[in-house]
């Protein structure tokens, strides 16, 4: 990925100390800064904004409510943040974990420039992500030698969403979230059922989801021991803040996700969130004690690099999939790419938020929403390396002494997927989050970028057949990839090959790709009610 200039700060911003006040002409000079840094994409997440914090107001209300809010932000709330802060004129826009060397970076062609897809494999992987690396790795692990697989990515592996992401694992969304975005969304494919068969299928949707997570969780692990994967793992939790109106939510979490065996995700008092990320928080926050940071790029490389030590997996960079067509022989397709066409008996999306672009039904089914991250040296000291943090409207986390800050979910348009265009005005909205929760701190801004994940309807994953034939997808992971992706990826592997000695985790009855594309022809689960 390139480097450019930051659109937005062509000035040198001076150095304060933290205990400097800001001038009121220096209020004016940030105030004018910002709303000149605003672009189309700003727009977009000012509308996220909105529908998330003035849910169910007036709409002249919002508008003014809004607006006061954009005001105090750029005259007060971030020049208050700014001291302390540095942001140069040339900010790059590659990820913070892409300036580490990328031991695939263009495989094959950097060592073999005459190097030729094969005609025809077994199971073509589109897209090299946590995705199309898990599936390899398994494939490497399962599949008999003679049935040989290819993974194809347009860049290089980890250029998508997996090489731009905070690099939390994390244990899935815990077991609330799930049942209540896929309780939103059942009344509109499953319109005959009643309130409480919705409830009890949401809750059976949600289970199952958690039990392939906590699986996934420790799979990743235990892989990364066995491996030996250099991945900078470490498993130190994960705190998310929560406001006094927001309490009950949190205790009503716990609760359900205890009730249905689910016991990862727990709320602590201030001091223990203090303890475990260094924030001054007034009121308990939730905290999934199991998830893990790592190097999320490094992971993507690491599983590639074993797998491809089989001769059965090979890994093409820089090679555009153009079209998956069936052939006319039963079973089987052809993937033309800008290198030639492949003949293969199975085909795996890895794509995530970049499937509207290949296959235009997955418009409004897979929906490419933008997020963004900044990374910089320098911290607030009581925040402890290596574990996450997510505040109202922000994610972070630290690496030794680099931050990184992260905010936005709006949706942009599919032909947007997988751009990189952050916002700066989001980038200090952020920092100026973290003084909140953490006071003044010193930090210099050297990376900002941007990426897609993709969101289902129902904020609920697509892992399964797209025909009866042999192409499958995994995706819609709502930005929780680490959470789902490798055990998924394990379960298709085990599918095309035949094996039924693992677990299956993802069934077609929750998971098929038909329960959003062709409701009424899913095979549904049945309802477990439970005896009155
Ligand atoms: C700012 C940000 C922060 C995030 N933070 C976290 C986090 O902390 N924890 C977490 O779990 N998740 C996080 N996510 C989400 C996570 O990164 C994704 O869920 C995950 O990376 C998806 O992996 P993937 O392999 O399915 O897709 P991707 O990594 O997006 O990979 C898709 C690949 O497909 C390739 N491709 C697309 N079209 C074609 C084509 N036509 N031909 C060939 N190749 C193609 C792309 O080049 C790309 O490499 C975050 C995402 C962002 C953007």
Redesign the pocket.
Known sequence: MKSTTSHVNQMPETNHTSAERVSLFDRVRWAVRLFLGIRTHDLRAARTYIRVVYKGQFWLTKWIRFVWWSLRQMLVTIPNAMPGITIPPQVSRKPHWLDSSNPLANHPWCNQSDATLPKSVDTVV???????ASVAYHWSRRAATDRTLVV????DAA????G???????MGRYFTMVRDTVLNHLPNVRPNLSAQEHRHLAEQFSACYCQASYRNADMIEQTIRDEKFDVDYARNGWVQERLADQQEALSESVRDGHRHGFTDWIAIDPQRAHQESGMNVEHPSGFSQKSATWHPAKWVWSLLTTAMRKPHVQFFSH???ESVNDTNAPGGYIIRTNRGEIHARHVIY?????LP??DSRFHNIIQPHQ???ASGQGAPDAMPSDNSITGQFFFGARRDNTLLV?SDSTRVPDRLA?GNKPSRFLTQFALSEYKRLYGSYRFTLTNEW????GYTPDEFPLIGPLDDKGKYM??G?A?????I?FNAARCIVNRILGNTDEPDDYPVAYFGPSRLLEPGNHPWPKIEMPNE
């Open positions: 589109i897209g090299a992500g946590f995705t199309g194809l990515d347009m860049g250029d998508g969403a997996s731009r992401n905070q690099g939390t694992i994390v090679t555009r999939v890895g794509v995530e938020s970049y672009k290949i997020e963004q991250l992260g997988g941007s990426g897609t994940v995994i995706g992971m930005g929780s990839g680490s959470g992706a």
